[in-house]
């Protein structure tokens, strides 16, 4: 079996969950890790016991490294992810697909030239309840989709405003840059990509503007389907929900487990005669596997060059509609995508 050679770049939060996965996959060696944070950057060598580095310039033209993932603040995603894919190697960046769709042309652009994958970290879409969601709608159990109401939001935490997702040029914008993505990508999935938004942004709580802790909006889709949102970091119970109506039914995903609350798929199919629909409920309570999964999906690709999800194109879709959503929001006008 052909092992794959991984650096991981950023060794927060989620850089160092990545690299755990990377580790535990028999096809990958986690070759180096690096945190322009020294101190993280060793830490996390020792913790998975391999080289670190506090740069990531030397690491990512390293011969002996195929791929890297990158999970550094928004800032930083394109310009690591060029200059990897043009040194030749398969790049794994985090969401956003870097601060606005500027960036993730240049992204896509810079792969294209290479030859070389890009996935986007759209790890939700390897959730157990929004793939059985997803199975559902696309082989057209609840008919033609007619609309879909998506919540997703947290509280935020002391002094959220001095994190870099407080600063607008670390992070490009705010909660729907970073939440948001996510909601919009699985727009994207569920339905395609829209054709227009009206939005509105709030900077209501935490002392971020211009950077929004709140965005609501609705998308239109040329099927005339439509899609809202409201994406939150004055929700102060975390919350997930994503829900879709078709002609015949409805799917409703609530939580993504720990404090989002247990996934929950709700299928409801439509009762002709009148009256309540019937309904199915099922629970995922297993641990968290989207990170892996979402690694399995991107490794097989590498190895065997099969089709995966969140390529390119998907982050572009996504990146299009939140440009959209700024743009609307900024001028109060109806916004094309893209
Ligand atoms: N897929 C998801 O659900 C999900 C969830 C949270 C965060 N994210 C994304 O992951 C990325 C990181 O978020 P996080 O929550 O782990 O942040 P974090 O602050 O916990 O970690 C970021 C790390 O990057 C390091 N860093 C900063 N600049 C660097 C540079 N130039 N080179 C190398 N390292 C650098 C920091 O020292 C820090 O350790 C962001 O893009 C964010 O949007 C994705």
Not at 319 to 332: E, F, I, K, N, Q
Request: aromatic share 10%.
């Amino acid at each position: 079996m052909a092992i794959t050679r991984v650096a991981v770049i950023g060794c927060g939060l989620i850089g160092r969950r990545r690299a755990g996965v990377v580790s535990e996959d028999a096809s990958s060696v986690l070759a180096s890790v690096v945190d322009s944070n020294a101190a993280l950057a060793s830490e996390a060598g020792a913790e998975f016991g391999c080289e670190w580095n506090a740069d990531w310039r030397p690491v990512v033209a390293r011969g002996d490294v195929d791929a890297v993932v990158i999970a550094t603040p928004n800032a930083f995603l394109a310009p690591i992810a060029i200059e990897a894919l043009r040194a030749g190697k398969h790049v794994l960046l985090e969401k956003p697909m870097g601060r606005t769709l500027s960036e993730a042309r240049a992204i896509a652009a810079a792969a294209a030239v290479a030859g070389r994958l890009v996935k986007v970290g759209f790890n939700h879409r390897y959730h157990p309840a929004l793939g059985a969601a997803f199975a559902l709608v696309s082989s057209g159990t609840i008919g033609r989709p007619i609309n879909i109401r998506a919540v997703y939001g947290h509280g935020g935490r002391p002094g959220y405003e001095l994190e870099w997702r407080g600063d607008p040029a670390l992070a490009g914008g705010g909660e729907a840059t970073d939440q948001g993505v996510h909601i919009f990508d699985l727009i994207a999935w569920f339905a395609g990509v829209p054709s227009e938004v009206f939005a509105y942004t709030q900077s209501a709580v935490w002392p971020i503007a211009p950077l929004e802790d709140n965005a609501f909006g609705l998308f239109r889709f040329d099927s005339s389907a439509l899609a809202s949102f409201h994406t939150s970091w004055t929700q102060w119970k975390n919350r997930f929900t994503f829900e879709v109506y078709g002609e015949l039914g409805s799917v409703e995903v609530t939580g993504l487990g720990k404090s989002y609350g247990t996934e929950t798929l709700v299928t409801g199919t439509r009762n002709r005669e009148g009256g309540p629909p019937r309904m199915t409920r099922r629970e995922f309570d297993g641990p968290d596997e989207s990170w892996r999964l979402e690694w399995a999906d991107f490794q097989s690709a590498i190895r065997d060059g099969k089709p995966y999800m969140g390529g390119p194109q998907d982050g572009l879709a996504a990146m299009a509609m939140l440009d959209a959503v700024y743009r609307s929001a900024a001028t109060g006008l109806t916004t094309a995508v893209g």
